[in-house]
Nanobody, 123 residues
Framework: QVQLVESGGGLVQAGGSLRLSCAASGRTFSNYAMGWFRQAPGKEREFVAYISVSGGTTLYKDSVKGRFTISRDNAKTTVYLQMNSLKPEDTAVYYC????????????????WGQGTQVTVSS
């Protein structure tokens, strides 16, 4: 089992920044690729970013490229999502997820999920 706990969400004005954290415990964190997803009210959960086991490969949803940065610290068993230049359309509950060994944009392939953290961007 892997337990994931997100933090860092909140209310921010458009153009502002937030850094989300996802602390992992349980199995060996460094064996898991990590992803961030989000779900807005009335919409399906969507991929935001992932980072490979080593941290050497990242991928982003097109609409967040250049604004969001995913990173991981295997020593601290934590993955981060730095979000800059936030827009109202970024408003959602953000979830981190863990998948053993390989990176993927598909939510169904992730083994473990956190409980989510709310991000609200006001215009």
């Amino acid at each position: 089992q892997v337990q994931l706990v997100e933090s860092g969400g909140g209310l921010v004005q458009a153009g502002g920044s937030l850094r989300l954290s996802c602390a992992a415990s349980g199995r060996t964190f460094s064996n898991y690729a990590m992803g961030w997803f989000r779900q807005a009210p009335g919409k399906e959960r969507e991929f935001v970013a992932y980072i490979s086991v080593s941290g050497g490969t990242t991928l982003y949803k097109d609409s967040v490229k250049g604004r969001f940065t995913i990173s991981r610290d295997n020593a601290k068993t934590t993955v981060y999502l730095q979000m800059n230049s936030l827009k109202p359309e970024d408003t959602a509950v953000y979830y981190c997820a863990a998948n053993l060994w390989y990176s993927t944009t598909r939510a169904v392939e992730y083994d473990y999920w956190g409980q989510g953290t709310q991000v609200t961007v006001s215009s």
